[in-house]
């Protein structure tokens, strides 16, 4: 009946509106009146399906649906007309909608199939046509699981387009190595019964592949064919997987069959390598007869089946090596022939160094030595072997070298090796032959990388022709920590005197009980200065019991004090008497101030050693120290050579105690001309100056805008200018006899009297000291006096001047008279580093004074007294020049037994008038800060500066006075600082 009802449908869609009520068939379940509510529904859906209006027909059909939404027909007609619209999601869903309701319907089910074969690519197809498509897809698109999932599916997996599928899966897992995948389609084809020989094969192979070795061989043996490639396969998987039973097993239980000679090669060899390979092999191919005969061999060898070797040889003689000679001959004791056929099996060998080590190793262990040096000789420096295998060969050669009888070693062996691993060995084998110079030609570089071996015959072989080289050498060799070595090193230091050097090494072992060796030990302590070890020593050497002989006394005096050491050296000299005991002796003596006894001693020395310059000297100079100073120079000026410094320094000072000054000024040229330090050399030429200066010249000056003092001049004034020029000369044969002068000088000095100072009478009830201004020039010098006088320096060490001057003032018009002056003065702290004499080697200087003057006027009963101290620092600009900042301090202190005094003034009309002036007795402590510029010239090669100029600026302030000072006039305090430049010349 539907077949009509859809042919109607068609007639019904190709009419037009006005179409003749149609009677559609929609089953028995549907009322006459449910038909007739749908019928205008179904006329009005396929009237507009006709005209194409999609959404009127699809809501029409859609109404019936509503109204009748279990019926198939209806479903089927909103299906088609989604289907005829393009819109084929949307009937699958309405036909899966009614499916649900009426799954038997064949026409649902048939439009359903409809619809499916439309997209077969779609999931939700479930037909087997579908399911192949997806499949094909996967397999194409490299979706090797997706197309294994695909055929989990039952259908698809029986079906023979699956088998075929499957197959096309396991070719592509295998060629993309996909293990796994392919394990899995082979287990499926498997237990299918679908799996091929050749995919068996493929299977065995896979295992291997994949090293499941057991597997595969449990695969094999369900193969009945026979392939000796898979055997082969499996034997080679066996033999890598080192599971040597199981490929014995296996080797033994085949027989394979081999398509090619190389397949058969390649099991004999396996054959060979796990012993199962037979003497009587039955081989396949010839062609392997001479493989299988090289497996063979060395199987022999190795169990010492040497008349089977032969036969086979006998067979192949090309197979005859001359390492198999060279074993044949070694196992038949042919030992000609052994040689021989080692030298040819080293020559042939293509591992020359390999061959030489074996061949030279098996001649020296059966005791042929002299073939195996001279092949080891032969093949010196076994270039191309390794590291490790030259130096194997080296020393077996060493080892051979020192057999009795063997000969010197050829010069080339001397040629030094390219590493310091090398050297060392090389040094070691030509010290095991004796030749020196070919250890010293190796080891020359000295390379730090050296062994103690080398190192200890490098120094055994310098020993003689270079000590110094010999003690470095046993010192590295001592610094790898052997007792013998460091041994060896005292002994060379020792020798070498290097005292500390070998004290360290000393004390680095344990002394022998050797009278030589403990005397070595205790004399480096000693010449080392370590007093302690020389002591410890010297006790065990006691407690030892060995022989107290000179040597034993001279070291025990080395190690006490004066008095002890004297009774040891006197042992000493009971025994066995020496220069040298007696020179020790009097040092000691000379530290007990036992200068006579030291100067006999050394006269003792000398007559032992009459040559010894040392001890000829050391006697000069003890003459000297017990003040026989002539007798030191008569003994001392023969000694005396060209170029001899100290000697000549020493002779310079002695001729100067003697007041031998032209000798002395000889010996300080020659002393100037030698090596000295720059400060020893300036100082020899200030003396060599001083020697021979018999006239000085000095002018002095200063002037100021106030009032400052001047030592010892003008009785009670005080200046404001000074000026002084001396001239002095000194007397006597010599003009300086051991730093003591007499000199007879002239002096013109002048102030200017701008200031002086009054004391009332005692008794006219004023105290206080008034100063009177005369308001004249500073520069106009209105009490010029000439003196004239001795001055007398007494000691030779000390800066202290006697003098005695006669005064005579040169302008009588001021009142003055002729005085007589005594003075003394002194100076201290001024010496060595503090003096004012030019210093060498140092930016700047420290200098100080304390200058002491007294002085009194005969005839005017006038006394002064002085104290200065200066301290200043001298700082040097250039060669000669400092400019010298300086503070100093100064106290004076007057008095005149004439009080009340007489003085004059002049009046306005010009005349003198004489005024007594009352007491004029004072103190005063003055203060005064300056800088000067001092500057030496004038010096020659052996005379140091003898001139010098000082030009300086300081500002003096009186401190403290007895009294105030007042102003004479006004009566004010008088408290006045004073502002001065200065001026001083030597020449």
Same mark, same amino acid.
């Given at each position: 009946?539907?077949?009509?009802?859809?042919?109607?449908?068609?007639?019904?869609?190709?009419?037009?509106?006005?179409?003749?009520?149609?009677?559609?068939?929609?089953?028995?379940?549907?009322?006459?009146?449910?038909?007739?509510?749908?019928?205008?529904?179904?006329?009005?859906?396929?009237?507009?399906?006709?005209?194409?209006?999609?959404?009127?027909?699809?809501?029409?059909?859609?109404?019936?649906?509503?109204?009748?939404?279990?019926?198939?027909?209806?479903?089927?007609?909103?299906?088609?007309?989604?289907?005829?619209?393009?819109?084929?999601?949307?009937?699958?869903?309405?036909?899966?909608?009614?499916?649900?309701?009426?799954?038997?319907?064949?026409?649902?089910?048939?439009?359903?199939?409809?619809?499916?074969?439309?997209?077969?690519?779609? $999931?939700?197809?479930?037909?087997?046509?579908?399911?192949?498509?997806?499949?094909?897809?996967?397999?194409?698109?490299?979706?090797?699981?997706?197309?294994?999932?695909?055929?989990?599916?039952?259908?698809?997996?029986?079906?023979?387009?699956?088998?075929?599928?499957?197959?096309?899966?396991?070719?592509?897992?295998?060629?993309?190595?996909?293990?796994?995948?392919?394990?899995?389609?082979?287990?499926?084809?498997?237990?299918?019964?679908?799996?091929?020989?050749?995919?068996?094969?493929?299977?065995?192979?896979?295992?291997?592949?994949?090293?499941?070795?057991?597997?595969?061989?449990?695969?094999?043996?369900?193969?009945?064919?026979?392939?000796?490639?898979?055997?082969?396969?499996?034997?080679?998987?066996?033999?890598?997987?080192?599971?040597?039973?199981?490929?014995?097993?296996?080797?033994?239980?085949?027989?394979?069959?081999?398509?090619?000679?190389?397949?058969?090669?390649?099991?004999?060899?396996?054959?060979?390598?796990?012993?199962?390979?037979?003497?009587?092999?039955?081989?396949?191919?010839?062609?392997?007869?001479?493989?299988?005969?090289?497996?063979?061999?060395?199987?022999?060898?190795?169990?010492?089946?040497?008349?089977?070797?032969?036969?086979?040889?006998?067979?192949?003689?090309?197979?005859?090596?001359?390492?198999?000679?060279?074993?044949?001959?070694?196992?038949?004791?042919?030992?000609?022939? /052994?040689?021989?056929?080692?030298?040819?099996?080293?020559?042939?060998?293509?591992? $020359?160094?390999?061959?030489?080590?074996?061949?030279?190793?098996?001649?020296?262990?059966?005791?042929?030595?002299?073939?195996?040096?001279?092949?080891?000789?032969?093949?010196?420096?076994?270039?191309?072997?390794?590291?490790?295998?030259?130096?194997?060969?080296?020393?077996?050669?060493?080892?051979?070298?020192?057999?009795?009888?063997?000969?010197? /070693? $050829?010069?080339?062996?001397?040629?030094?090796?390219?590493? #310091?691993?090398?050297?060392?060995?090389?040094?070691?084998?030509?010290?095991?032959?004796?030749?020196?110079?070919?250890?010293?030609?190796?080891?020359?570089?000295?390379?730090?990388?050296?062994?103690?071996?080398?190192?200890?015959?490098?120094?055994?072989?310098?020993?003689?022709?270079?000590?110094?080289?010999?003690?470095?050498?046993?010192?590295?060799?001592?610094?790898?920590?052997?007792?013998?070595?460091?041994?060896?090193?005292?002994?060379?230091?020792?020798?070498?005197?290097?005292?500390?050097?070998?004290?360290?090494?000393?004390?680095?072992?344990?002394?022998?009980?050797?009278?030589?060796?403990?005397?070595?030990?205790?004399?480096?302590?000693?010449?080392?200065?370590?007093? #302690?070890?020389?002591?410890?020593?010297?006790?065990?050497?006691?407690?030892?019991?060995? #022989?107290?002989?000179?040597?034993?006394?001279?070291?025990?005096?080395?190690?006490?004090?004066?008095?002890?050491?004297?009774?040891?050296?006197?042992?000493?000299?009971?025994?066995?008497?020496?220069?040298?005991?007696?020179?020790?002796?009097?040092?000691?003596?000379?530290?007990?101030?036992?200068?006579?006894?030291?100067?006999?001693?050394?006269?003792?020395?000398?007559?032992?050693?009459?040559?010894?310059?040392?001890?000829?000297?050391?006697?000069?100079?003890?003459?000297?120290?017990?003040?026989?100073?002539?007798?030191?120079?008569?003994?001392?000026?023969?000694?005396?050579?060209?170029?001899?410094?100290?000697?000549?320094?020493?002779?310079?000072?002695?001729?100067?105690?003697?007041?031998?000054?032209?000798?002395?000024?000889?010996?300080?040229?020659?002393?100037?001309?030698?090596?000295?330090?720059?400060?020893?050399?300036?100082?020899?030429?200030?003396?060599?100056?001083?020697?021979?200066?018999?006239?000085?010249?000095?002018?002095?000056?200063?002037?100021?805008?106030?009032?400052?003092?001047?030592?010892?001049?003008?009785?009670?004034?005080?200046?404001?200018?000074?000026?002084?020029?001396?001239?002095?000369?000194?007397?006597?044969?010599?003009?300086?006899?051991?730093?003591?002068?007499?000199?007879?000088?002239?002096?013109?000095?002048?102030?200017?009297?701008?200031?002086?100072?009054?004391?009332?009478?005692?008794?006219?009830?004023?105290?206080?000291?008034? @100063?009177?201004?005369?308001?004249?020039?500073?520069?106009?010098?209105?009490? $010029?006096?000439?003196?004239?006088?001795?001055?007398?320096?007494?000691?030779?060490?000390?800066?202290?001047?006697?003098?005695?001057?006669?005064?005579?003032?040169?302008?009588?018009?001021?009142?003055?008279?002729?005085?007589?002056?005594?003075?003394?003065?002194?100076?201290?702290?001024?010496?060595?580093?503090?003096?004012?004499?030019?210093?060498?080697?140092?930016?700047?200087?420290?200098?100080?004074?304390?200058?002491?003057?007294?002085?009194?006027?005969?005839?005017?009963?006038?006394?002064?007294? @002085?104290?200065?101290?200066?301290?200043?620092?001298?700082?040097?600009?250039?060669?000669?020049?400092?400019?010298?900042?300086?503070?100093?301090?100064?106290?004076?202190?007057?008095?005149?037994?004439?009080?009340?005094?007489?003085?004059?003034?002049?009046?306005?009309?010009?005349?003198?008038?004489?005024?007594?002036?009352?007491?004029?007795?004072?103190?005063?402590?003055?203060?005064?800060?300056?800088?000067?510029?001092?500057?030496?010239?004038?010096?020659?090669?052996?005379?140091?500066?003898?001139?010098?100029?000082?030009?300086? /600026?300081?500002?003096?302030?009186?401190?403290?006075?007895?009294?105030?000072?007042?102003?004479?006039?006004?009566?004010?305090?008088?408290?006045?600082?004073?502002?001065?430049?200065?001026?001083?010349?030597?020449?």
């Amino acid at each position: 009946m539907r077949p009509v009802v859809f042919a109607l449908c068609g007639i019904l869609l190709g009419q037009g509106a006005l179409a003749a009520q149609v009677d559609y068939e929609l089953g028995p379940d549907v009322s006459s009146y449910q038909r007739f509510v749908l019928y205008p529904h179904l006329q009005k859906g396929f009237s507009a399906l006709a005209r194409g209006h999609r959404d009127s027909a699809i809501a029409e059909f859609e109404q019936a649906r509503k109204l009748q939404p279990k019926n198939p027909v209806i479903a089927l007609y909103l299906a088609r007309a989604y289907e005829k619209f393009g819109q084929d999601k949307q009937a699958a869903a309405v036909i899966a909608q009614q499916l649900a309701i009426t799954p038997q319907d064949s026409e649902l089910l048939a439009f359903a199939e409809g619809l499916q074969r439309k997209d077969p690519l779609d $999931p939700a197809c479930g037909l087997l046509e579908c399911k192949v498509a997806r499949a094909e897809r996967s397999l194409l698109g490299d979706d090797l699981n997706g197309l294994a999932a695909a055929l989990q599916e039952a259908e698809l997996a029986n079906s023979p387009q699956g088998l075929s599928l499957r197959h096309d899966l396991l070719q592509r897992a295998l060629g993309e190595q996909e293990w796994p995948l392919a394990a899995e389609q082979f287990a499926w084809l498997d237990r299918a019964g679908k799996l091929g020989q050749g995919e068996q094969k493929q299977w065995v192979t896979m295992l291997l592949t994949e090293g499941k070795v057991e597997q595969a061989v449990a695969l094999r043996r369900r193969l009945p064919i026979q392939d000796g490639e898979l055997d082969l396969a499996i034997a080679l998987a066996l033999g890598k997987g080192g599971n040597k039973e199981a490929l014995i097993h296996y080797q033994q239980a085949r027989t394979p069959n081999f398509a090619r000679a190389a397949q058969e090669r390649e099991w004999l060899q396996l054959a060979a390598n796990n012993g199962t390979l037979k003497s009587d092999q039955t081989l396949q191919f010839t062609e392997n007869q001479d493989f299988y005969i090289g497996l063979m061999l060395p199987v022999l060898r190795r169990e010492g089946r040497w008349q089977e070797m032969e036969h086979l040889l006998a067979k192949s003689p090309g197979q005859a090596s001359s390492e198999l000679e060279f074993e044949l001959a070694l196992h038949q004791r042919q030992w000609d022939k /052994l040689a021989r056929d080692g030298r040819k099996l080293v020559r042939e060998s293509r591992q $020359p160094m390999a061959a030489l080590e074996r061949v030279s190793y098996q001649l020296q262990q059966r005791g042929q030595l002299a073939a195996s040096r001279a092949l080891l000789i032969d093949y010196w420096p076994y270039r191309g072997a390794s590291q490790a295998g030259r130096e194997t060969l080296i020393r077996r050669l060493t080892l051979l070298q020192g057999q009795a009888g063997a000969p010197a /070693l $050829p010069a080339r062996l001397s040629d030094p090796l390219p590493t #310091p691993a090398l050297r060392s060995l090389q040094a070691t084998l030509l010290a095991q032959s004796g030749q020196c110079d070919g250890v010293v030609r190796v080891l020359g570089d000295l390379s730090a990388d050296y062994d103690a071996d080398s190192w200890r015959a490098l120094g055994s072989c310098y020993r003689q022709s270079k000590p110094g080289l010999a003690e470095y050498a046993f010192a590295r060799a001592a610094s790898f920590g052997l007792p013998q070595d460091r041994r060896q090193l005292a002994y060379q230091a020792y020798e070498n005197r290097h005292f500390d050097a070998a004290l360290q090494a000393w004390q680095q072992v344990t002394l022998a009980r050797d009278e030589q060796e403990q005397m070595a030990a205790i004399r480096s302590a000693l010449e080392a200065g370590d007093l #302690p070890q020389a002591r410890q020593w010297l006790n065990q050497y006691q407690q030892a019991g060995l #022989p107290q002989d000179a040597d034993y006394w001279r070291a025990l005096a080395r190690t006490q004090q004066d008095e002890q050491a004297i009774a040891s050296l006197g042992r000493a000299i009971a025994l066995a008497p020496a220069a040298q005991d007696y020179a020790e002796l009097a040092q000691h003596q000379q530290r007990l101030g036992h200068r006579p006894q030291a100067r006999d001693a050394l006269r003792a020395a000398n007559r032992l050693e009459p040559d010894n310059r040392e001890y000829q000297l050391a006697y000069g100079y003890a003459l000297f120290n017990n003040d026989e100073r002539q007798a030191a120079s008569d003994w001392l000026e023969p000694l005396y050579r060209p170029g001899d410094t100290e000697l000549a320094e020493q002779l310079t000072y002695i001729n100067q105690s003697l007041a031998h000054n032209q000798k002395a000024r000889d010996y300080a040229a020659k002393a100037i001309d030698g090596e000295q330090s720059a400060q020893l050399r300036y100082d020899l030429r200030r003396l060599h100056e001083d020697l021979g200066r018999r006239w000085t010249m000095s002018f002095d000056a200063w002037t100021g805008n106030g009032q400052g003092t001047v030592s010892g001049i003008g009785a009670n004034s005080v200046a404001q200018s000074y000026a002084q020029t001396e001239v002095e000369y000194r007397l006597g044969e010599e003009p300086i006899r051991n730093g003591k002068t007499l000199s007879v000088y002239g002096r013109l000095y002048g102030s200017s009297q701008s200031q002086r100072l009054y004391h009332p009478d005692e008794d006219g009830g004023e105290n206080a000291t008034y @100063v009177e201004e005369s308001n004249s020039n500073p520069l106009d010098f209105r009490d $010029p006096t000439l003196g004239v006088g001795l001055r007398w320096k007494p000691l030779g060490d000390q800066t202290l001047f006697l003098a005695a001057e006669e005064l005579l003032p040169l302008n009588r018009s001021q009142g003055g008279e002729h005085d007589t002056l005594l003075r003394a003065s002194a100076s201290f702290l001024n010496e060595g580093q503090y003096s004012d004499e030019w210093h060498l080697g140092e930016s700047g200087w420290w200098a100080q004074n304390l200058y002491l003057d007294g002085a009194r006027y005969l005839r005017s009963q006038q006394t002064s007294l @002085v104290a200065d101290y200066r301290l200043s620092y001298h700082h040097k600009i250039r060669w000669g020049d400092t400019i010298e900042p300086y503070a100093h301090l100064q106290g004076r202190l007057y008095w005149n037994d004439k009080s009340p005094d007489k003085d004059y003034v002049k009046d306005d009309d010009g005349s003198i008038q004489e005024f007594s002036s009352g007491s004029d007795d004072y103190k005063l402590l003055m203060g005064g800060v300056g800088v000067r510029w001092n500057h030496w010239f004038g010096e020659t090669t052996y005379d140091a500066w003898p001139h010098k100029l000082s030009l300086g /600026l300081e500002y003096q302030r009186r401190l403290k006075s007895d009294q105030d000072l007042k102003e004479l006039e006004t009566g004010e305090e008088y408290d006045k600082g004073t502002l001065m430049m200065t001026m001083g010349v030597r020449w």
